[in-house]
């Protein structure tokens, strides 16, 4: 569970590595942010981790709680014990006292277990300095698994995890176990435990808002590879065309089985991508393993359930990337009129419904999709108000009859609140009807400020990695008088040296 802990003045996160503690810049969710969107929590912080630590994590429900906080802290009266993976030493225990940024601070050091290659610490602070922990451990010879900037050795993630708050007024003992993989890195990293060290880093945290979650992103010891939780499920996706499915699940059997036990799942399907999914089939090559997945099943998000497909289709039904932005509509939605464009299987069309939303018109030219959409809006009982709009039809002739229909009768036309416009990169017609977001970037940006009310938002996405992202960007700043690049979810990390997974712009009218 994501919340260990709360009463009406504290909450006690389990944070996982790879998420601030608060965002740094307009668009990006940090923890606080991230427990605001999906749990509407309003906390305030009391002190941070390291974006790459994880482990216990502490806010104040209230200003008088925050306040509380800080004289705790100057007083020195709570007590942190973290744990961390660092080169061996031949000292048991000692204490640094250096002072950070010319300030006083105390780390009480202990071994806990020596392997042959790495061993585990424990680490006691008082009251935390900028980076203490890392920075007393390096100026003792024992930089951190994974903190490049203190001179560790290279590592999927920082190997520091607060296990253990001793906290004023809370009388419960705060503990988050040490992730079990720790103490197999002592004898030498595995490609293994690097696998279980990035999945860490997604799954079970994400499990408090939904089953579904992409447990590896193309990270560094897996490059062409990804692989997505689906309920009970894995499906994994080769991204070498040349490589069969069959070697894939040779080569990763083993970490299959791992993740599998990891993540509560009985097996799944392994799908080789094609670069041009437009040929006569959709994949290159597709073999299940373990249990065979049913046809589709349902899976859950923000307390909806989805339909999805793993055997077939190009696309499950459920596109991750987008979990984040279908709960900002969903925030806003209440009494709203909203149009969801390439609306694909309709996600954004149910969180909207769910939310209160006075009407939603979902477009898309795929009877399939929309049949698979009603489905969904069926499934969350929400097909009783008549509220729910599906129209089979190419979004760019819906948008040019609304255009007409605002340009014949201005004073009649009802404005839309929130609108979706997530195109595909690219939709063959034929007859030169062929859809190209590039081509089509600046007509739809053009068109939907025109139909959207004052006050209005607009969610625009593509994953037009080989496309320009600053030209996306600019034409929408030059339609709307607010654009905000929104920070795909945790899930979904840029990764070092490639271009962005999804660009996702929240636009303001």
């Given at each position: 569970?994501?919340?260990l ?10 944070k996982?590595?790879?998420i601030?503690t608060?965002?740094?810049h ?31 994590l ?41 002072p ?6 105390k780390t ?31 100026a ?8 490049s ?23 419960d ?7 079990h993989?720790?103490?197999s ?8 435990t690097a ?46 065309e ?9 080569t990763l ?30 994949f ?7 249990k ?31 979990r ?16 969801n ?6 996600s ?28 969904n809006?069926a ?8 509220n ?11 948008l040019?009859?609304q ?22 990169v ?17 007509a739809?940006a ?14 625009f ?21 607010q ?12 990764l ?14």
């Amino acid at each position: 569970m994501t919340i260990l802990y709360q009463d009406p003045h504290w909450l006690v996160v389990e944070k996982p590595s790879g998420i601030s503690t608060h965002r740094a810049h307009t668009g990006d969710l940090g923890l606080l942010e991230w427990l605001n969107l999906h749990h509407d929590l309003s906390l305030h912080i009391c002190s941070r981790l390291d974006k790459g630590t994880s482990g216990l994590l502490l806010f104040a429900k209230d200003a008088a709680a925050a306040a509380e906080a800080e004289k705790i802290h100057s007083g020195e009266r709570s007590k942190k014990t973290y744990f961390f993976i660092a080169p061996r030493s031949p000292r048991s225990s000692w204490t640094e006292t250096t002072p950070i940024d010319s300030k006083p601070c105390k780390t009480v050091f202990s071994k806990v277990k020596e392997g042959t290659v790495y061993a585990l610490y424990r680490a006691v602070i008082h009251r935390g300095r900028t980076h203490q922990i890392r920075r007393h451990a390096a100026a003792a010879g024992i930089p951190l698994l994974g903190d490049s900037d203190y001179g560790g050795a290279a590592f999927v993630r920082l190997c520091l995890h607060c296990t253990e708050l001793e906290w004023p007024g809370i009388q419960d003992r705060l503990t988050a176990p040490v992730p079990h993989w720790f103490e197999s890195c002592l004898n030498g990293i595995s490609e293994n435990t690097a696998v279980l060290a990035i999945a860490e880093k997604r799954y079970p945290f994400l499990s408090a808002v939904t089953d579904c979650c992409r447990l590896l992103h193309r990270d560094e010891y897996l490059p062409d590879i990804a692989i997505d939780k689906y309920g009970d499920f894995l499906c994994v996706t080769g991204f070498d065309e040349t490589l069969p499915a069959e070697t894939i699940l040779h080569t990763l059997r083993e970490t299959l089985s791992l993740l599998s036990k990891e993540c509560d799942c009985r097996g799944g399907v392994i799908k080789t991508s094609l670069r041009d999914p437009h040929k006569n089939r959709l994949f290159a090559d597709m073999i299940c393993w373990g249990k065979t997945a049913p046809q589709s099943f349902p899976v859950r998000e923000n307390h909806l359930h989805f339909t999805v497909q793993l055997n077939e289709r190009q696309h499950t039904g459920l596109f991750l990337d987008q979990r984040d932005s279908r709960r900002r509509i969903a925030k806003i939605a209440a009494g709203k009129r909203v149009a969801n464009l390439f609306a694909f299987t309709c996600s954004f069309s149910v969180h909207a419904l769910a939310a209160g939303a006075e009407v939603v018109f979902s477009v898309d030219l795929a009877a399939g999709c929309l049949r698979q959409g009603r489905e969904n809006v069926a499934i969350n009982q929400l097909d009783g108000k008549n509220n729910a709009k599906f129209i089979r039809e190419d979004t760019r002739k819906w948008l040019a009859r609304q255009l007409r229909k605002k340009k014949k009768s201005p004073r009649e036309f009802v404005p839309f609140d929130i609108v979706i416009c997530d195109p595909p990169v690219f939709a063959s017609g034929g007859r030169g009807k062929s859809f190209h977001v590039e081509k089509e970037w600046q007509a739809l940006a053009t068109a939907v400020q025109a139909i959207l009310a004052q006050g209005g938002a607009a969610l625009f996405a593509n994953n037009h990695q080989a496309g320009s992202e600053p030209f996306y960007h600019e034409i929408l700043q030059n339609c709307f008088t607010q654009v905000t690049r929104l920070t795909p979810p945790l899930d979904f990390p840029r990764l070092r040296g490639t271009p962005r997974h999804v660009s996702i712009y929240w636009c303001e009218k």
